[in-house]
């Protein structure tokens, strides 16, 4: 089992910057792959960004060169998110996949008003 806290959401305005934190109950260098996913209002969740354990990362299309996904200590994984915009709301949920399993946080909200 991994449980993960993610935390960091809130209400800001359209341009700024918000900046998630996700940590996790093990070591996430033995966790293959660690990713930010959102799920706005009627829309399906999406993949956001994920860094796997030797330190690769991808982004989806509409967040590369706003937000940057980093790791901190051996626990934590961060969601930088700069120039945000209204339709970067929605709930962010953290994901760790480790073989033959995977496993959510309860999520956070973000929220930027136009």
């Known amino acids: 089992q991994v449980q993960l806290v993610e935390s960091g959401g809130g209400l800001v305005q359209a341009g700024g910057s918000l900046r998630l934190s996700c940590a996790a109950s093990?070591?996430?260098?033995?966790?293959?792959?660690m990713g930010w996913y959102r799920q706005g209002p009627g829309k399906q969740r999406e993949l956001v960004a994920g860094?796997?354990?030797?330190?690769?990362t991808n982004y989806a299309d509409s967040v590369k060169g706003r937000f940057t996904i980093s790791r901190d200590n051996a626990r934590t994984v961060y969601l930088q998110m700069n120039s945000l915009k209204p339709e970067d709301t929605a709930v962010y949920y953290c994901?760790?996949?480790?073989?033959?399993?995977?496993?959510w946080g309860q999520g956070t909200q973000v929220t930027v008003s136009s």
């Open positions: 994901k760790a996949s480790v073989p033959g399993s995977y496993f």
């Open positions: 093990v070591s996430i260098f033995s966790i293959n792959v």
């Open positions: 860094v796997t354990s030797g330190g690769d």
